[in-house]
């Protein structure tokens, strides 16, 4: 069983910067592949980043801005997210699976997932 608490997020402006946490419980923290989703009012949750043993990988439309973290010793999770754009405004959710497997398409899955956080609020206004 694991727990999965975020923080971090906030109201900003566009072009600043965000970092996200996601502080997970369980001794078995560093065996899981993370991830951070997003959700936007109205639509699908939708993957932005995962690390995994074989690599982090990363949504296109975050690619360059944001960049996923973890700190094993700590139990944590981290996404720092650059250059916010008002579209990147959402709930964003962080997840742990047991897979390990190569390859983004592995982590790209609501599905995939088998513990969630309860989600930060992102907003970026223009």
């Known amino acids: 069983q694991v727990q999965l608490v975020e923080s971090g997020g906030g109201m900003v402006q566009t072009g600043v910067s965000l970092r996200l946490s996601c502080a997970a419980s369980?001794?078995?923290?560093?065996?899981?592949?993370m991830g951070w989703f997003r959700q936007a009012p109205g639509k699908e949750r939708e993957f932005v980043a995962a690390?995994?043993?074989?690599?982090?990988y990363s949504a296109d439309s975050v690619k360059g801005r944001f960049t996923i973290s973890r700190d094993n010793a700590k139990n944590s999770v981290y996404l720092q997210m650059n250059s916010l754009k008002p579209e990147d405004t959402a709930v964003y959710y962080c997840?742990?699976?047991?897979?390990?497997?190569?390859?983004?398409?592995?982590?790209?899955?609501?599905?995939?997932?088998?513990?969630w956080g309860q989600g930060t609020q992102v907003t970026v206004s223009s």
């Open positions: 690390i995994s043993r074989s690599g982090t």
């Open positions: 997840a742990a699976t047991g897979l390990n497997c190569v390859g983004q398409g592995c982590y790209e899955g609501v599905g995939d997932y088998d513990y």
């Open positions: 369980g001794r078995t923290f560093s065996s899981y592949a």
